[in-house]
């Protein structure tokens, strides 16, 4: 088998992203996805959004503490997620892929159309242009889309909830539609059930992947 060539899939230089709501396992999938890939003598780069660069950092800060909750505009929003996009993009993602290494993100370009569009009501069409700049075009190669029902989700939080995370369960509703119907007919995104432990979740992911 080729290097980089694993079960018959070569993931050099393939974005790997998994996607969901909030609470439903997604960073924890990533690292375990990450370290098996990894074990097999691949090369990966584990990340994940809003975050994963300096700018990206400081702006996640303005985007979840909860003294913005109530005056952060949602187009501004928007806004601030791009940033850490298009930073995250052009710092971390672009250039590991062409190095031929797999990066696996939490979370990318689906997120703001399912929490901005569906869930904001923003139009699509403008996420998606956005998107398509701050990425440079780049889509994911993979797409694990982690999900759990709203209440499940919702009751897994434990502590102090975040400015988003303290959404009231319509706008989670409207984002987990969002998910499924973005994705219904797109070969390049699988749904796995996120409502069992955490190896059989992780053993379904590898599963798609041959691994
Ligand atoms: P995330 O980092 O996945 O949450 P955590 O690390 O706390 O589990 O995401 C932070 C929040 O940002 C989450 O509520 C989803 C939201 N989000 C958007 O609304 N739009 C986006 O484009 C992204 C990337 C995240």
């Given at each position: ?14 974005l ?12 924890t ?71 031929g ?26 996420i ?17 889309l ?16 975040d ?18 119907e ?25 599963r798609?992947?041959?691994?």
């Amino acid at each position: 088998m080729l290097y980089g060539e694993v079960g018959g899939i070569d993931l050099a230089g393939k974005l790997i992203v998994f996607e969901g709501l909030d609470f439903t396992g997604k960073t924890t999938q990533a690292r375990l996805l990450a370290r098996r890939i990894e074990s097999r003598g691949q090369p990966v780069v584990l990340t994940g959004e809003p975050g994963g660069t300096a700018v990206g950092n400081a702006v996640r800060e303005i985007l979840l503490t909860r003294r913005h909750a109530g005056t952060l505009d949602d187009f501004a929003e928007l806004l601030l997620f791009m940033t850490s996009r298009t930073q995250h993009a052009r710092e971390v993602v672009l250039p590991a892929l062409a190095l031929g290494k797999t990066v696996v993100s939490s979370r990318y370009r689906l997120s703001s159309l399912a929490y901005q569009g569906y869930g904001r009501g923003i139009d699509r069409d403008l996420i998606e242009r956005l998107n398509n700049e701050a990425t440079r075009g780049r889509k994911a190669d993979v797409t694990f889309l982690i999900d759990v029902p709203v209440e499940a989700a919702l009751s897994r939080k434990r502590g102090d909830r975040d400015r988003i995370e303290a959404e009231a369960v319509e706008f989670y509703r409207r984002v987990r539609r969002g998910f499924l119907e973005l994705t219904a007919d797109d070969p390049r995104v699988y749904r796995i059930d996120g409502t069992g432990d955490v190896e059989a979740t992780a053993s379904a992911v590898a599963r798609c992947l041959g691994l």
